[in-house]
C-alpha cells in the first residue's frame, strides 16, 4: 500500500507473470493459455448449445402456460387451467434449471452413470 492507502506506484496487476520485450518495452505474458474445457468444439457451437438450452428452459416454462390459457378460453373456466399450467411450466423449468446448475463444468448436462454405478 502506498502513503495514500491506495496501490504503490510500483504494483502492476499483469507483472507476475509477464515480462518487457526488449525492443518495444511492451509487457508480454510468459503464461500459456489454459484450456478448462474437455470439450473440442469450436466457442460457436458452445455458445449455440448454450443457446439451445436455455431456449428449451424458457419454452418449458411458457408453454404450459399458453396451453392452460387457450384451454381456459376454449373449455370457458376461468383461469382453472392457467394457473395449473404455471405451476407445471414453473416446477418443470426450474427442474431443468436445477439439473443443469448440477452438471459438471464444461459439459452443461447431468453426469452420465457408468457400467460401475449399476
Not at 507473470?17 to 474437455?38: E, I, W
Not at 373456466?77 to 436445477?98: Q, R, Y
Request: glycine content about 12%; proline content about 8%; aromatic content about 6%.
Amino acid at each position: 500500500m502506498g502513503a495514500g492507502g491506495g496501490l504503490s506506484a510500483t504494483a502492476d496487476w499483469g507483472q507476475a507473470n509477464s515480462h518487457r520485450h526488449p525492443s518495444s518495452g511492451m509487457l508480454r505474458s510468459t503464461s500459456l493459455p489454459v484450456k478448462n474445457s474437455p470439450d473440442d468444439r469450436s466457442p460457436l457451437a458452445l455458445a449455440m448449445g448454450w443457446v439451445s438450452r436455455i431456449t428449451t428452459i424458457c419454452l418449458e416454462m411458457v408453454l404450459p402456460a399458453l396451453l392452460g390459457y387457450w384451454a381456459d378460453q376454449w373449455l370457458k373456466t376461468k383461469m382453472l387451467f392457467l394457473v395449473l399450467g404455471v405451476i407445471v411450466g414453473f416446477s418443470l423449468g426450474m427442474w431443468h434449471l436445477i439439473k443443469l446448475a448440477a452438471a459438471p463444468p464444461g459439459d452443461g448436462h447431468p453426469p452420465r452413470r457408468s457400467s460401475e454405478d449399476e
